[in-house]
């Protein structure tokens, strides 16, 4: 039994780690950014290269990463996205070209060839149940963004903001609150959260240029399951839903189809709303 | 050399009609209707991969074990039709909002594609279909990309025409009509989702001719091909040559073709070939975030009937 929990523990744990980002841009911004799932990838690379090119000790270099990542979002924002505020169709298109230059950016710099980042983690063990240090690893990981998100929302004038500006843009906005310093803020922790989401992914797998980019319809599922509320615990739940419907699901459909059911259960979810609103 | 050039031009030509042929599909969805299809690679995919099966006789290719040996204008109506019908199956969903069409659509072409991947017996899977054509067997190099380009180029003709017709006529309007108001569209009595739904399968149905053309020209199709960029490159091209209007989509894709063939020719570093191959995507990108933001019509921005 417990291998099957453990499994689904890090799914949820990757799913929530690799959309909390997009989600946070998607509620605020309101545009979807198809170009998420290629920070996440442009964050590995970036720690392959401070690992084990430069050599550096992993913990600082992941810090180091979360750093350059939060800036490199910013930059993105500030030389494209930001022309083209208040426009989410032109926004979504926008973030294609950029997710195409960071794909074949990575493939000129880098090359095609598989690296691998050499992370060893400890496993502990709590009456012969193994709980292997990757997991560890990430439930850390979205423990800290959940409780960094309580109290920054609850108890921050610059959360406060961010929740203003989820409810209603135009209204906040009216209100004489900074949307691009709080939109500079959210950039800024989606580049982080993207590099975390990385960490997870590259524990267990080598790099790829797509790594980030095969997640975009998951993406997609969680966060659209999660509701119109930017709520980290609805973030949660519906991580939990969709990872827990892929493992119930991989005992009767092969393994290739697990995206599959990840987003037949976002349809039946978006139907039934439709159902329950009429 | 210059047999050998011409063939290459004459090659190049057939790329630029297929990937025009998805642009001005495209370009029926989207800029007339405003349906975010982004599931281009799929409808590809789907029109490529039918014509193979239909084409490859049981027997030809070890791996392969399903085939109906068909001639390709057989091939090709079937390709269509199929791909007709399941459009039209999953049309209702033109219903949804413009983003979660988008994301569907492209859930869409994935799963088609991992279907492809991994029904071996049927597909190929990742070593690929491998088709014979009576055009290649009895042609020369030379002739065999010539009659190849002149039938593509009657072909993008014929639907250029159709859909310049289309546009202009009753019910053309009506999905300006639509695109531009839905409600008041809906209020003067027009059934604006079954509109949509037709130009969704049609866009869908020249989505699969072109498909179809594809595995004929290459005569071997693999999932490789059929990628998600592909989906994303006619995005760009159609957005960079102007949404709206046909010769700006055909635009995109020369513009995109041209990049591709000088970046492939003439940027060639010794010991790094990754770049030449990447470059291309990257310039594109680079275009495409300049002109959504300096011109968002497009280069040519939208063609619209003078009664707008």
Known sequence: ?278 | MTTNFASFILALGSTFMIYALLSIALNLQWGQAGIMNFGVAGFFMLGAYITGISMVSPTSIAWVHVGLSLPFPVALLLAISVTGIIAWLISPLVRLGVEQLAIITLAFAELIAVIVENNTSLTGGGRGIYITSTLDKNLGLLSYNLAFFLILLITVLLIYYFLRKLNFSQFGRILNAARQNEMKAKALGFDTVSYRRKVFVIGSMIMALAGSFYIYFLLRAIPGLFSVSITFTIWIALILGGSGNNLGALLGVGIYIAIDTLCDLYLKIPGHPEIAANLTYVIMGLIFIIVIIRRPQGILGPKRSRYE
């Open chain 1, 1 to 278: 039994m417990w291998p099957i929990i453990s499994a689904f523990l890090t799914e949820t744990s990757i799913l929530f780690l690799v959309t909390v980002g997009f989600f946070l841009i998607h509620r605020s911004a309101k545009f979807l950014n198809i170009a998420h799932g290629d920070y996440v990838t442009l964050a590995v690379y970036l720690l392959w290269t401070f690992t084990s090119l430069l050599g550096w000790n992993i913990w600082v270099s992941i810090v180091l990463c979360m750093a350059a990542m939060g800036f490199i979002s910013i930059l993105i924002d500030r030389v494209s996205y930001k022309y083209l505020r208040g426009a989410p169709l032109a926004l979504m298109l926008c973030t294609i070209g950029v997710g195409l230059i960071i794909r074949h950016s990575i493939l000129m710099i880098w090359g095609g060839q598989l690296k691998t980042i050499h992370i060893t983690l400890p496993n502990l063990e709590i009456r012969g149940m193994v709980i292997s240090g990757s997991l560890l690893l990430a439930l850390a990981f979205v423990g800290l963004i959940i409780l960094l998100a309580y109290y920054l929302f609850k108890h921050t004038n610059l959360g406060i903001t961010v929740r203003a500006l989820a409810d209603n843009l135009s209204l906040a906005e009216n209100f004489g609150i900074d949307t691009e310093k709080t939109l500079t803020f959210l950039w800024f922790f989606s580049g982080c959260t993207a590099t975390l989401a990385g960490v997870v992914l590259v524990v267990n797998q080598p790099l790829t240029y797509s790594l980030g980019f095969n997640w975009i319809l998951l993406i997609f599922a969680v966060s659209i399951l999660a509701g119109e509320k930017l709520s980290m615990p609805y973030l949660l739940v519906s991580s939990a839903v969709i990872a827990g419907g892929m493992e119930v699901g991989l005992f009767f459909i092969p393994e290739a189809y697990r995206e599959g059911i990840g987003f037949a259960i976002l349809i039946i979810a978006l139907l039934v709303r439709r159902v329950l609103q009429k």
